[in-house]
């Protein structure tokens, strides 16, 4: 064992990381202007968090993809916030954008997989999770000499349907009595 | 803070230790979802020691791995399984048709019903909408029959809503007579009298909030005082002043229902409409749960798009169902509608749950695609799926879901 640890590579030495410089926000009193390296910072998180600034501020990118990206916030409403408090939301929706995108990088070729194996199940390569939804859908119907009959006696019965409420609406009922417990509850309410 | 909520002191991922998943910060804790809506509270320190990596004598091994957050022990089968049922790739065809019955002729109603059924899918809902049912009554006794028949021909299980202002109470009596579910339009406002009752007796409610709507805990008294089943609240107005007073009513209201609901028979629209945790679940999505018909025979995306030009797909006279995938407004709702397609959306926790409707997005912000970051509708869905996801620690609210079928578990 010892020697097994011994023979282990070792690790090379790194040379102490180069710490990125802090992003410190130009500020006037109109807008918060941000230079970002687009190699520390991602260029999915910095999208992502311009994006989500979208409800408060009016944002403008500028710069190089492969380089340096400038974001410029400006408040849609000055009296809402102020464009210091827009660079820090920034940066902090920044901070957890790189989070959300590592944890999406990290798991790409899992949701791959799975939309893959998905699809091969809907193709019927796979079996389906269960009988229900392998269930053949109902036929296109096609309607019989009967039910044509049908549908037209319903029509010709609408018909008369008309004819009895236009009836029913020429029988005065000035004491109500007809009326049900609803229209009672409802002329009580108009009192 | 933006929408999707942020850390302040990030924590690391390490490749290999968590599986897809999104986060969202609760309060003190860290909810965790992932793409099939199985979920997770976890403390910060928890969340970092998950992002980090853990093995089976962590224990958060045992809460996470059944629950198919840990990379390690992934079990990609049922995943697949998941995906396959959630997705799109299970879609049917719409289930839910809203007839705008105010307008329509008997002819137009044959031809709407008949296109109604043209479409595939187990069962089909039509719900027939009207403002006075004396106005279009014919119509109304007619498509009810008619649905009905059609439906013992094709085998399939059909569901009728009548939605109306007003109607009588032979009308009330012959739709019930007929299993016809009828829903109330009703405008909320102040707080309720409790002895002032609905135009008309009805299981379903759609209640839109005025601006002075309170005692939210009242009205859902006064709703089941009614004998009403299910509600849905909608907010006075889709901008930010109309989603906070939605989110506020409607924390009121659930609570209640969280209270009383095991005794209660009353049901959130809302709640079952989200948690059912299916695009096509989702109440008025363009195309993949609706299709909206107006008197004039025109087929829209949803009731939400009536009478929005673009968003018409054609006539019932002319239009097959088979040509909806061929027409550019269906590839355009589709697209947007779906939460993968849409910036936020896609890193959201509720991304399993939730979606706007194209239509919602176009009516309020101008574009199918909306601006989630500024989008009351988000803001209302969002705030709602908070209640629910914080409730879940309470065993009422768990017995209260479990009662309505929904497994959050």
Known sequence: MKSKKKTAKKAPKLSPKKKPAAVAPKISSLEAALTLDVKTEGLEPVFGAAYLMMDKAFVQLSGDRAGKITVILRPKDPKATTPKALAEEFLSDLASQKVRWAISRNNQPVREFIAEQAVLIANGTIPPPSAAEAAPEPAAEELTAEQRAEIEKLISEVESEIKTMNEKKSVPDPKGIKASWEEKQEQENKA | MSKLTSFEKPPKAR???????????????????????????????????????????????????????LAGAYDFDAA???????????????GSHALLLDGMDLDGARRTVEFVFSCPGPQLTLELVFDDADAVWPVVWFVAQYARRKGEWSRRPVFLIARARSMSPDQADFLRSHGVTRCVDLALDGKPDMAKAPAFRAQRARARLGPGAAEPAAWARWFE???????????????????????????????????????????????????????????????????????????????????????????????????????????????????????????????????????????????????????????????????????????????????????MV
Request: charged letters at 20%; a negative charge.
């Open chain 2, 225 to 407: 005082a009614w004998g009403f089943e299910s509600v849905r609240l909608l907010p006075s107005s889709l901008d930010e002043k109309g989603a906070e007073a939605f989110a506020r009513f409607h924390s009121g209201f659930f609570g209640w229902l969280i209270e009383h609901g095991e005794g209660a028979g009353l049901r959130d629209e809302w709640v079952l409409g989200l948690l059912g945790g299916r695009l096509w679940n989702l109440p008025g999505m363009d195309i993949l749960e609706q299709l909206a018909y107006d008197g004039a025979g025109r087929v829209y995306t949803s009731e939400e798009a009536a009478a929005d030009a673009e968003l018409a797909l054609g006539s019932v006279s002319t239009l097959r169902y088979q040509d909806l995938p061929r027409l550019p407004a269906t590839g355009a709702v589709i697209a947007a509608s779906h939460p993968d397609d849409q910036p936020l959306c896609s890193q959201c926790a509720y991304r399993p749950f939730c979606a706007v409707p194209p239509s919602v997005n176009k009516k309020h912000q101008g574009g199918l695609w909306g601006q989630t970051p500024s989008s009351a509708a988000c803001s209302i869905q969002m705030g709602i799926m908070d209640r629910i996801l914080e409730s879940l620690n309470d065993e009422k609210c768990l017995n209260l879901l479990n009662k309505w079928s929904v497994d």
């Open chain 2, 80 to 94: 697949a399984r998941r995906q396959f049922e959630r997705s799109l790739l299970s879609w049917k065809g719409p």
């Open chain 2, 15 to 69: 490749p290999g230790a968590a599986a897809p998943h999104q986060f969202r910060l609760l309060g003190k804790k860290v909810l965790i979802t992932d793409e099939h809506g199985r979920w997770a509270l976890l403390t910060i320190p928890e969340y970092r020691r998950f992002l980090a990596g853990i093995g089976p004598e962590d224990p958060l091994w045992p809460v996470l791995q059944p629950r198919g957050f």
